[in-house]
């Protein structure tokens, strides 16, 4: 890995309101990844495909990473644009969001109720291949969107500490997410997975490599980074949002040092809020 400069400190989602290619996103369905540097940051477009592992001990900024998503995907879409599945196994993080009218299920917390979410999503991408497929021909998911009044929903898929439910049922959830990394750019579905053990005993190698996007904040181990960047280095991570993050870019993979954005518990619980009362039309 190249050596790069150290990215600031701080990443607060105001300044990003400000940068030129977040407006060149701003219609489009995209989750802010971090600051590279004060003036540069990283976007996932969720058409282009996008698909994210990511590990980290705790503190490390894997769940404010997952909060910065969830709040910037609910303040720039409707709920008949996007449709949100929220696995949380820890039942802590990701409560805030209950009732929320872009969930498709309300927040999963068992094994039980993540596999019956997760069955529902490999379900409903099929559906949707039928529905694409016109005389043997599959048709793009967003060039269907734009020339029918009917659009189909995306659907992201959040696994907080997606390692307890592997060690509950590995065989079915390996497959279910195999299948979602397979078939969900065609049909309008990504998925954000993230553990604080990613060792290959629990994420297969082949699992790993099936993401085109990874994701390290600090972790305990050369080990822990090599499983899941293939290098080493997350270890040597000063915690709280400093991240390494893989990627392509253009023909060749590129791993950067960023700086993940910070949304507090306060901005979280003032966006659900103002989603509430919008929700009840009040």
């Avoid at 590990?55 to 769940?63: E, H, L, M, Q």
């Avoid at 993540?114 to 529905?131: G, I, S």
């Avoid at 497929?133 to 898929?157: A, Q």
């Avoid at 040597?236 to 990627?247: E, I, V």
Wanted: positive net charge; charged residues 30%; aromatic residues 8%.
């Amino acid at each position: 890995m190249k050596a790069v400069k150290k990215p600031p400190l701080k990443a607060n989602l105001t300044r990003l309101s400000k940068d030129k290619e977040w407006h060149l996103h701003k219609r489009k369905l995209a989750i802010p990844i971090g600051a590279e540097t004060s003036r540069h940051y990283l976007i996932g477009t969720l058409t282009n495909g996008f698909n994210l592992i990511l590990t980290g001990i705790t503190g490390s900024g894997k769940s404010t990473f997952f909060h910065s998503a969830i709040v910037h995907l609910l303040q720039n879409t409707k709920p008949d644009e996007l449709k949100l599945v929220l696995i949380d196994p820890k039942q802590v993080e990701l409560r805030l969001y209950q009732n929320l009218p872009s969930l498709a299920f309300p927040v999963v917390g068992t094994s039980k109720e993540a596999k019956k979410a997760l069955k529902w999503c490999v379900d409903e991408m099929n559906r949707r291949l039928m529905t694409l497929t016109k005389k043997g021909k599959l048709i793009s998911f967003d060039d269907f969107n734009r020339k029918h009044k009917r659009k189909i929903p995306r659907i992201v898929v959040f696994i907080d500490e997606c390692s307890d439910l592997m060690y509950d049922s590995p065989r079915f959830f390996r497959k279910a997410i195999v299948d979602i990394l397979k078939l969900g750019e065609a049909t309008g579905v990504n998925l954000v997975i993230g553990t604080s053990r990613p060792s290959f005993d629990v994420y297969p190698e082949k699992v790993v490599r099936a993401f085109e996007y990874k994701l390290a904040f600090k972790v305990s181990t050369p080990a822990d980074s090599v499983s899941v960047l293939g290098v080493e280095g997350a270890e040597k991570l000063r915690g709280k949002g400093d991240m390494l993050f893989r990627f392509w870019e253009g023909l060749e993979e590129r791993v950067a040092h960023l700086q993940g954005f910070y949304v507090s518990e306060a901005e979280i619980k003032k966006v659900v809020a103002s989603i509430k009362l919008f929700k009840n039309g009040e």
